[in-house]
C-alpha cells in the first residue's frame, strides 16, 4: 500500500490534487441531497478527467449507484469500451467489493482515494481485491490524497443523521 505521504506525496498531490479537489466537490453536492459523500473521477490514459459521478443510491433507488460505478459507466461509454486500458479512479473513500470488482473489470490501472473505509474498504482494509495475486488483473492502490477532507464531509454527513 502506498500512502500520499513525504516527497512522494507532493507528487502525488500535484498530479491527482485537481481531480481529488472535483471528487470532493461531487462529494459535498452528494452529501447535500441526503446522499453518502462520495465523489469519484475517472481520468484517462492522457490524465484528463473522461467522467466522473457522485453516490446515487437514493435518489435512484439502486443499491449499486455507487460514485465509482456510476463514474465506470460513464467512461466505458465516453471510451467505446468496457476496459479502460491507462486509465485511473480519483474516488473520496475506499471502494468497497462491488467497485473494486468493477475496478478490476475494467482494466484501470490505479486507483487513488482520500479515507480508508474501515467497515467495507476492498482496497487493503477489509479485503484487497485490486491487489489479490489470484487474479488476472492487479491495479495499484494510492491512499490519503485529501484525507482529511474526505473524512470530515463524511463525519459531518453522519453526524447530521446520528
Known sequence: MRRAEGVRGGLIEARYGAAMDRALTLAAGAGRAGEVPVGAVVLGPD????AEAANARQ???DPTAHAEVLAL???GAALGDSHMDGC????TLEPCTMCAGAIQLARLVRVVFAVWE????ACGSVR??????RANHRVEVVAGVRERESEALLRRFF???R
Not at 47 to 50: F, I, S, T
Request: charged content about 35%; hydrophobic content about 45%; some cysteine.
Open 73 to 75: 459507466r460513464a467512461a
Open 47 to 50: 490524465g484528463e478527467a473522461l
Open 59 to 61: 435518489a435512484a433507488c
Open 159 to 161: 453526524a447530521e443523521r
Open 118 to 121: 474501515p467497515k467495507t474498504g
Open 88 to 91: 485511473e479512479l480519483v474516488v
Open 128 to 133: 484487497d481485491v485490486l491487489r489479490d495475486p
